[in-house]
């Protein structure tokens, strides 16, 4: 399975493909690795075995372009629709990187290592294309300046960043509930329906106690968190268009829920 995500990953990462193209293999690689997360759920949920460990990952996010908080923002929500807790070390407003802080379980750790690369360039794309859409169009409604024209480029690009995350991550939520309820067995055709309804209800309450977990190692990891504070920059014509986009954008997930959040680290951490 990792192979075949690996795979299709590759190929949506190939500059020769189309963007469609590219979008419907980074949707059958999220697919393939929500689906097996669940699985493996149920089975060790089956077995009576313990739960998946609790395990962190740290993400490096580019500043280019002054825009690393707003990737930070999205890629957190992401992580969050994952069950993952985050903090985030160097979130300065500089064009410097930033460490996405990621804890939670082996099996959405492993989704979000290989996962958020291709989203990241998805999202990454459409905000050029539309950004640069955006300024060639208020050109037109009258003469703004040079430095006018790109302050107003990077507050759309900022926004459709935020939105594109928030979107996704929504539609990840949504998917990964309705695995959940899929997996449910009806009860009808049959005399083993009933260790089928054990084993669904053993894996729903692993998934639901996985959140308590992370929260959990969570706390001990980072017992002192301070807020960061967020941008004040915003389009909102920039976040309707990443809203859009992150809704429409081709990840197997075809489903609204609220977006997770990221604290930062205190100084010294």
């Given amino acids: 399975m990792v192979e075949r995500v690996r795979g299709l990953l590759r190929m949506a990462e190939d500059p020769s493909v189309t963007d469609a193209e590219s979008q419907a293999f980074t949707a059958k690689a999220a697919e393939l690795m929500t689906r097996h997360a669940i699985a493996e759920a149920e089975a060790r949920a089956e077995r009576g075995e313990e739960p998946d460990a609790i395990g962190r990952m740290d993400y490096t996010v580019s500043g280019v372009g002054g825009h690393g908080k707003a990737r930070v923002r999205a890629l957190a929500d992401i992580a969050a629709a994952y069950g993952c807790q985050s903090a985030v070390r160097g979130n300065s407003s500089e064009n410097t990187d930033r460490i996405l802080i990621l804890v939670g379980t082996a099996s959405a750790l492993d989704a979000l290592r290989m996962l958020m690369p291709s989203i990241s360039m998805q999202m990454e794309s459409s905000a050029k294309f539309m950004s640069s859409g955006h300024v060639s169009d ?4 009258r003469n703004y300046t ?3 024209l790109e302050t107003e480029r990077k507050r759309y690009y900022r926004s459709f960043v935020r939105a594109y995350g928030q979107a996704v991550a929504e539609r990840i939520r949504e998917f990964r509930r309705r695995l959940q309820e899929m997996s449910r067995p009806t009860g009808a055709g049959g005399g083993s329906a009933e260790g089928g309804v054990a084993s669904s209800r053993g894996a729903e309450l692993v998934l639901r106690a996985d959140v308590h977990r992370v929260q959990e190692e969570f706390q001990k ?7 960061h504070r967020p941008e004040r920059t915003h389009s909102a014509a920039g976040a309707r268009a990443g809203y859009q986009r992150g809704r429409q954008a081709q990840l197997g997930l075809e489903t609204s829920v609220t977006g997770g959040g990221s604290s930062t680290l205190p ?3």
């Fill in 221 to 227: 990891q980072f017992p002192q968190l301070r807020k």
């Fill in 146 to 148: 040079r430095s006018e």
């Fill in 267 to 269: 100084a010294g951490e």
């Fill in 138 to 141: 208020i050109r037109e409604l």
